[in-house]
Structure formats: structure tokens, C-alpha cells
């Protein structure tokens, strides 16, 4: 997964997204992050998830999505500094990272959170593509903003 993030982010692909999308469209894109963190919450809340993979334990990734709007809005509107929206991104990156690692520590292997409070719910579809695609996806975008930011320092 971070090796496939890498290769678009780093790629082709990446450097059209770098230099022919608007900034403040792929900040505005981390966005599906609200929704995607409130239905996790939902299923917390259903006993699908464990608490800490949701923001009533120790995901607060919720925070990225919701400020995604926020910042997008801003730069819009020309009113955002670069040095705002490079913290962003450092941010919502150390998020998406802080959610990786919980959800790997709360597997099976590790039960880091105990054996009651497993990450096994993303083996079942649907939820199999958060893993897969959603995270791909963020990461994938923090990536292609780094190097849109790292562009734009440059010219």
C-alpha cells in the first residue's frame, strides 16, 4: 500500500496531479475523511469496530477531514499562506500515520489494545476497502500536496 501511494504520488500520475490541479482541489479531496470517520465512529458505536480505531479512542483523523474543508476554503479564496497549508498537511499526515499504526498494533498479532478489541473488521467486505483504497488514497494525496508545495516553493 505504501509502496503503490509512493509510485502515484512519485509518478507520472503524481506530477500531472502536482502541476494541473488547482492546490486547494486536493486539499479539499482529503475532505472524504469526515464522512468516512464518522461512519467508523457509527460502527464503533454497532460493536463492528473497536473503540480505538474510531475518535471516541484514539483516532483523530476526523480532524483532517473536517480542516480539509476549512483550509480548501481558504486557499479558495486566496487567504490561506503556504506555511498554513504545509502544517496542514504535516498534520493530517502524522494522523493518517497515528490510525496506520493503531490499526496494525490492534491486530490479531500484536492485540496491543487487547484481545477484545481486535482490528478484524476490515477482513469482511465492504469494509475491506478502507484498508485498500481509502488509505491508499490519503496517503497518496499528502503525498502529491508535499510535492505540489515543494513545486510551488521552487518557482
Not at 82 to 109: D, E, K, M, Q, Y
Request: proline share 6%; net charge positive; aromatic share 10%.
Amino acid at each position: 500500500m505504501i509502496a503503490l501511494s509512493c509510485i502515484i504520488a512519485f509518478g507520472p500520475q503524481g506530477r500531472r496531479l502536482a502541476l494541473g490541479v488547482p492546490l486547494w482541489i486536493l486539499v479539499a479531496v482529503q475532505s472524504f475523511r469526515l464522512p468516512l470517520e464518522l461512519a467508523m465512529h457509527a460502527m464503533y458505536e454497532r460493536g463492528v469496530v473497536p473503540q480505538q480505531m474510531s475518535y471516541s479512542g484514539w483516532n483523530f483523523d476526523i480532524a483532517t477531514g473536517i480542516t480539509a474543508v476549512v483550509v480548501a476554503a481558504m486557499m479558495r479564496a486566496g487567504r490561506a499562506p503556504r506555511w498554513l497549508v504545509a502544517g496542514w498537511n504535516v498534520v493530517g499526515f502524522a494522523l493518517l500515520l497515528n490510525i496506520v499504526t493503531i490499526a496494525i498494533v490492534s491486530t490479531p498479532r500484536v492485540q496491543a489494545f487487547g484481545p477484545d478489541r481486535l482490528n478484524v473488521w476490515v477482513m469482511d467486505p465492504p469494509f475491506v476497502w478502507l484498508p485498500a483504497v481509502m488509505v491508499l488514497a490519503a496517503l497518496a494525496g499528502h503525498l502529491v500536496i508535499f510535492r505540489a508545495l515543494s513545486r510551488a516553493a521552487r518557482s
